[in-house]
């Protein structure tokens, strides 16, 4: 293996681990505002959630971005149309293998910079009618 694959793919799996990080982080966020964390890195063929949880009896599709910083945009300007669509496709999935018929609603919890506070964006998007 090339040394440039080698640092490819390290960099590839330090990526996931501070992913992981932030997800972790992003999920005691809510569990300390009284969530209840249903699903983490829920995927399915075409779609993933990163959080599904209840807030009350809203159940909730959470979208977690974390940049080290906003120098080349916000984490909330990357929950782009096609990410949303992912995260309804799995919406759809896990409500129906759930049997959940009450409110959803599709939330973003955001960080720009590190050890910045997140920032929860409620509806942050809506499933477009033809998704």
Known sequence: MSPAASRGRTGERSHRRVGARQEADARAFLEARGWTVLAVNYTVRGGEADIVAMDGDTCCFVEVK??????????????????????????????????????????????????????????????????
């Open 66 to 131: 974390a940049r080290g910083s906003a120098v080349f945009g916000t984490a909330a300007e990357a929950v782009t149309p096609r990410k949303a669509r992912r995260i309804v496709v799995a919406a759809r999935r896990w409500l129906h293998e759930h049997a959940l018929d009450g409110p959803v609603r599709f939330d973003a919890l955001c960080r720009d910079g590190a050890g910045a506070p997140w920032v929860h964006v409620p509806d942050a998007f809506r499933p477009e009618a033809d998704t």
